[in-house]
């Protein structure tokens, strides 16, 4: 079965950085493209960047546009998040995501179980 797990979250300060990852299993891992999702208290979870299959194409949201950075290692079944000068609105918890196709307009079809990230002085 898919499994998708997620790595790297914690506490920050404001300006810091943290790498998150996802472990996947259960399918060609190199075949479909990921995501990676966030989700705020009280507010909708959103889409935060996209990496083609091959990784070749990436797609970020206007709020990780130059500061995060989506890549993948097929070789390993793994999927990571970049994330630089964090602030406190990045607090969130962050969910891995496998679409159902190789590229960014394909739907979502497994969530991880999601990795906190705190950004707080």
């Known amino acids: 079965q898919v499994q998708l797990v997620e790595s790297g979250g914690g506490l920050v300060q404001p300006g810091g950085s943290l790498k998150l990852s996802c472990a996947a299993s259960g399918f060609t891992f190199s075949t479909y493209a990921m995501s990676w999702y966030r989700q705020a208290p009280g507010k909708e979870r959103e889409l935060v960047a996209t990496i083609s299959s091959n990784g070749h194409l990436t797609n970020y949201a206007d709020s990780a546009k130059d500061r995060f950075s989506i890549s993948r290692d097929n070789a390993k079944n793994t999927v990571y998040l970049q994330m630089n000068s964090l602030k406190s609105e990045d607090t969130a918890v962050y969910f891995c995501?496998?679409?159902?196709?190789?590229?960014?307009?394909?739907?979502?079809?497994?969530w991880g179980q999601g990795t906190q990230v705190t950004v707080s002085s």
């Open positions: 995501t496998k679409r159902d196709g190789p590229t960014y307009n394909s739907g979502v079809n497994y």
